[in-house]
Structure formats: structure tokens, C-alpha cells
Nanobody, 118 residues
Framework: QVQLVESGGGLVQPGGSLRLSCTASGSMFSIYTMGWYRQAPGKQRDLVATITSGGSTNYIDSVKGRFTISRDNAKNTVYLQMNSLKPEDTAVYYC????????????WGQGTQVTVSS
């Protein structure tokens, strides 16, 4: 089982930037497709971005051109660089190992809160 620890959230003004990090336990990280998810208050948790073991990335339309997902397999870490942040990006952000059909592999971590507000 993989353990996931997210960090890097905070309070930022609209237009600002944050870089989230997620470190995974275990020795299989490099073969996983990793995903960043977010859950806004009162809403379901949604997939935001993914990165495959080969480095191919995918994003939801609302963050394309603003967010960048990347990974460092030597550090078992996946990142989410978030630029031009908007109030609607406010949510708790989580990472997980993305499986086919929308499933995830690991238990959810504690997440990291991102609040975009002036």
C-alpha cells in the first residue's frame, strides 16, 4: 500500500502562484500514473491533472495553461505548479495513484488547503 503526503498549500491572492508537492512511499513510484485531485467545499473530489510514468500529462480544461504537473522519480515526488490562480481554484488538493476507470490505488492523504482570495 502506498502512503501519500501532500504539502505546499496556503493563502494566495488571485493571480498568484503556488507549488504543491506530494511524496509517496514505496519503491514502485516510477511506474505509477499520478494524479492531482481537488475538493472544494460541498463538492465532490475531482481529478485535475495526471502524469504517466513516461511523463505524458493531461489537464482539465479549466486549468490548462495555468497548472503544470511534473514528477521526480528519484524523490518519489509529484508536483503541481499553479499559476494565475483564481478564487474558483480554492479547494483541498490531494494526490493519488490513478488507476483505470477513475479508481485510485492508495488511501487518501490529508491533502493541502489552497485558498485564493484577496
Amino acid at each position: 500500500q502506498v502512503q501519500l503526503v501532500e504539502s505546499g498549500g496556503g493563502l494566495v491572492q488571485p493571480g498568484g502562484s503556488l507549488r504543491l508537492s506530494c511524496t509517496a512511499s514505496g519503491s514502485m513510484f516510477s511506474i505509477y500514473t499520478m494524479g492531482w485531485y481537488r475538493q472544494a467545499p460541498g463538492k465532490q473530489r475531482d481529478l485535475v491533472a495526471t502524469i504517466t510514468s513516461g511523463g505524458s500529462t493531461n489537464y482539465i480544461d479549466s486549468v490548462k495553461g495555468r497548472f503544470t504537473i511534473s514528477r521526480d522519480n528519484a524523490k518519489n515526488t509529484v508536483y503541481l505548479q499553479m499559476n494565475s490562480l483564481k478564487p474558483e481554484d480554492t479547494a483541498v488538493y490531494y494526490c493519488n495513484v490513478k488507476l483505470n476507470g477513475g479508481a485510485v490505488f492508495g488511501p487518501w492523504g490529508q491533502g493541502t488547503q489552497v485558498t485564493v482570495s484577496s
